[in-house]
């Protein structure tokens, strides 16, 4: 496809689980955002990679979140002992440039029970 | 203080009329601003971009950047129903983080 394309859209898990949530960008483009949005709430920066190396993870809340991208493609958001809290939609956005103009994918809403 | 801020809103205004929608930042090294729309359980959609002070137009929309006010705004003219969505204010402050505001809803009154 054309667009950002994320997975799962919906996720429900139970406290404690491990999740993986899956971002295939826009073919071509170099840099891959991570963003966290809370219901009312504007995106909340995670985790940028500029090719296959994380230029910018300061947005993880804590070291239960991790995020990898190993072929400079695909990017992988890992969340580890999940807890209520974690409960938002994830969206994953691509850029062509370092300059902001951001593509996002339709986000995955994660539930945590 | 918030990086970005904005009005959550919600502004209403009739249809044809100008929204006039703001939003302020916190780092005066911020070197581009971005207004992006957002549909109710959809994500945010690119509008417009502003690198440098002063207007840029394109079509009904309008982005104002004023760096030394740390001030950015956007201008909807001619405003119709279909431009009823959260718009978030983005702004990048260099080495690549994209920080966004929490959003102002707009509706536009048939």
């Known amino acids: 496809g054309a667009g950002v394309s994320q997975t799962p859209s919906n996720k429900v898990t139970e406290k404690g689980k491990y999740v993986e949530l899956r971002c295939d960008p826009i073919?071509?483009?170099?840099?891959l955002y991570w963003y966290r949005q809370s219901l009312g709430q504007g995106p909340e920066f995670l985790i940028y990679f500029q090719g296959t190396g994380a230029a910018d993870d300061s947005g993880l809340p804590n070291d239960r979140f991790f995020a990898v991208r190993p072929e400079g493609s695909v990017s992988t958001l890992k969340i580890q002992r999940t807890e209520r809290g974690d409960s938002a939609v994830y969206l994953c956005?691509?850029?062509?440039?370092?300059?902001?103009?951001?593509?996002f994918g339709e986000g995955s809403r994660l539930t945590v029970l | 203080q918030k990086e970005v801020e904005q009005n959550s809103g919600p502004l209403s205004v009739p249809e044809g009329a100008i929204a006039s929608l703001n939003c302020t930042y916190s780092d005066r090294g911020s070197q581009s601003f971005f207004w992006y729309r957002q549909y109710s359980g959809k994500s945010p959609e690119l509008i417009m971009f502003?690198?440098?002070?002063g207007d840029k137009e394109d079509g009904r929309f309008t982005a104002q950047l004023n760096k030394a006010s740390q001030y950015v705004s956007l201008l909807i003219r001619d405003s119709q129903p279909s431009d009823s969505a959260t718009y978030l204010c983005a702004v990048n402050t260099g080495g690549f983080k994209t920080i966004f505001g929490a959003g102002t809803r707009l509706f536009v009154k048939a």
């Open positions: 956005a691509s850029s062509p440039s370092n300059t902001g103009e951001l593509f």
């Open positions: 073919s071509g483009h170099t840099a």
């Open positions: 502003i690198y440098s002070n």
